[in-house]
């Protein structure tokens, strides 16, 4: 069974860095891509990026790249996104799906993870 | 880059047909496949439709997907409407460069 788990939920101060986890199982975890997908509480999805694990391939939308980091532990399975520094607006919950081989569309989702950043 | 706009809700009654319709404002929808989402309230969001017409296993087939050049928009419909299918739905595409890109989200409510 396809089964991303997520780590928990996490409250942060401004300023602080921050590494959430995504760890995959049931599945050959270096033969799909990882995505992240934030969501702001009462707001849409928004896409943030993509990761292969395999190589450690990335895609990042312009309204994320350079503010958080895609990661990959092939060694166990797991994907992370990285904050060096956080920022109030960075409070939302943030969801890892794995994209569905050789499609366009997320299969299986994480549970998410709810940040707060607040002073 | 482009967007993808969705009404922000819609309601119906059960058993009836419900549509929601996704527009892109810029380059052709029949360019890149459409995908749409149902995310329920506190949780995670499902696929209920990829490549703008296939319906993931386990999805009905009350769910259909479709989309329309003229308008330059993709539509998900559901027919035979349940309680259950209550929930914010999200179309998705993606550009040349594989960015990806969500409509802003549609809140369905079954009355």
Known sequence: ???????????KKPGESLKISCKASGYTFTNYWIGWVRQVPGKGL??????????????ASPSFQGHV???????????????????????????CARRAF?????????????????? | NF?????????ESPGKTVTISCTRSN????????????QRPGSSPTNVIYENRQRPSGVPDRF???IDS?????????????TEDEADYYCQSYNRRNHWVFGGGTQLTVL
């Open chain 1, 1 to 11: 069974e396809v089964q991303l788990v997520q780590s928990g939920p996490e409250v």
């Open chain 1, 46 to 59: 928004e896409w943030m990026g993509m990761i292969y694990p395999g190589d450690s391939d990335t895609r």
């Open chain 1, 69 to 95: 980091t895609m990661l990959v532990d092939k060694s166990i399975s797991t994907a992370y996104l990285q904050w060096s520094s956080l920022k109030a607006s960075d409070t939302a919950m943030y969801y």
């Open chain 1, 102 to 119: 050789g499609e366009d569309s997320f299969d299986y989702w994480g549970q998410g993870i709810l940040v707060i950043v607040s002073s």
């Open chain 2, 3 to 11: 967007m993808l706009t969705q009404p922000h809700s819609v309601s």
């Open chain 2, 27 to 38: 380059g052709s929808i029949a360019s890149n496949f459409v995908q749409w989402y149902q």
């Open chain 2, 64 to 66: 259909s997907g479709s």
């Open chain 2, 70 to 82: 003229s308008s330059n928009s993709a539509s998900l419909t559901i027919s035979g409407l349940k």
